[in-house]
């Protein structure tokens, strides 16, 4: 959830322009003496790092600072660009520089912490993006290559495969091959419904908590690390299938799994994507809170905000959301979900998640196929609101 709060908030203060893929300036911290250290490979790991930062690392192709493997294991080799968090990825963000604090030699390999950061011209301030780790070794030729923190930091951790489900977690973790069951169920039930096929197996990480799940992918730091609402939240990374997950969701987290229809669905208006994240979460509860409850808080800053209009939806209440706690384009989504379905059924739905990629294509399909006027679908989303700030929602369709 905090990714699209994040995209949002960047987007609004720095130039879309900058947004792009471009080489990201890198330098060396002070502190470490590249000349007269007498690591000699001090200074081929920091030149491997600096040309791959400024060989276009946010755009896929075959990048030669990255290793091989990677490249075979992955879509997207470099996990810190598809971590699935920041979005747009780490290094879309043309502005930021890049400043390596150390390198630090672990006998087979190096360790490059580095901080990613921007300053501000109007006033020199310093704002710190991301402080990430990445691993560089050296190849059969000799020559460094960049590898993800990912493997380095999880090779201590416990791994168990359960249906096309490949789990990694912490050694402490109490792996619970129940849960791991629903999980490939519900996946099966996914394809079913939606008449697709993953084409490959899913790796799944289980990390301690948010903050744990941010350093298991390389993070030391990330803006908006720390910030997390009951310690709830989880990735999917698109590219990879690989999702994230945290010890209270553990190896069944409905949000994160149904994400993997996502790539089957590319022209799905994101009140769709968003919304079946939170209709197939079996207990009903989003970070630590009932649906009522995030109704309820609907209802009431709604009732506040008469001015509000939802079928806006490029509109300040889903551009500017109005706390941490309740995602009101999650449950507008849910809510729309479920007008399709009473409408025509999973047809239907399906129907819609090939053909609303716009908002005006998500409001004229509205208007055609539910039958509800622009000009009356701000008081009924109100009203559903109202509805179910004071009865349970109850769904079309479960999981069987």
């Not at 059969?140 to 789990?167: E, M, P």
Request: include cysteine; aromatic fraction near 14%.
């Amino acid at each position: 959830m905090k990714t699209i709060f994040l995209t949002i908030s960047f987007i609004l203060l720095y130039p879309l322009a900058q947004l792009s893929a471009q080489p990201i300036s890198c330098s060396l911290t002070q502190t470490i003496d590249t000349v007269t250290n007498g690591d000699s490979n001090i200074k081929k790991v920091f030149d491997c790092w600096a040309g791959y930062l400024a060989s276009s690392p946010d755009s896929l192709y075959d990048n030669p600072y990255w290793n091989s493997a990677d490249k075979i294991r992955y879509t997207s080799y470099d996990l810190l660009k598809s971590e699935g968090f920041l979005s747009p990825g780490l290094y879309a963000f043309g502005y930021l520089k890049n400043q390596v604090l150390s390198i630090t030699n672990i006998g087979d390999a190096y360790i490059i912490r580095s901080m990613f950061y921007y300053i501000y011209p109007e006033n020199g301030n310093l704002f710190v993006m991301a402080i990430t780790n990445t691993i560089a070794k050296q190849d059969a030729d000799g020559n460094f290559t960049l590898h993800n923190w990912l493997h380095h930091y999880t090779r201590a951790w416990n791994t168990r495969k359960v249906g096309v489900i490949t789990y990694y977690y912490y050694p402490d973790y109490p792996f619970n091959i129940f849960e791991a069951e629903k999980a490939n169920k519900m996946i099966d039930y996914l394809q079913k419904i939606f008449d697709i096929k993953l084409e490959r197996e899913i790796a799944y990480y289980i990390a301690s908590d948010c903050d744990g799940i941010m350093k298991l992918k390389g993070f030391e730091y990330v803006v908006g690390m720390g910030n997390h609402i009951a310690n709830l939240c989880g990735f999917h990374d698109v590219y990879n299938n690989i999702i994230y997950s945290n010890s209270k969701k553990g190896e069944y987290y409905e949000h994160e799994i149904t994400r993997l229809i996502n790539n089957f669905f590319p022209r799905a208006h994101s009140h769709y994507i968003n919304g079946l994240t939170k209709y197939f979460t079996e207990d009903g509860i989003a970070l630590g809170q009932s649906f009522k409850t995030h109704f309820q808080r609907m209802d009431d800053y709604l009732d506040a905000h008469k001015e509000i209009d939802l079928s806006n939806y490029s509109g300040s209440f889903y551009a500017q959301p109005m706390d941490n706690i309740t995602p009101p384009h999650y449950f507008i989504g849910l809510l729309i979900c479920q007008l399709t379905l009473e409408k025509g059924g999973l047809p239907l739905l399906k129907q819609a998640m090939n053909s609303t990629s716009t908002d005006e294509d998500m409001l004229r399909f509205i208007e055609e196929e539910l039958r509800i006027k622009r000009k009356d679908l701000n008081k009924m989303l109100r009203q559903l609101i109202h509805r179910y700030a004071q009865e349970d929602f109850k769904k079309m369709i479960t999981i069987e």
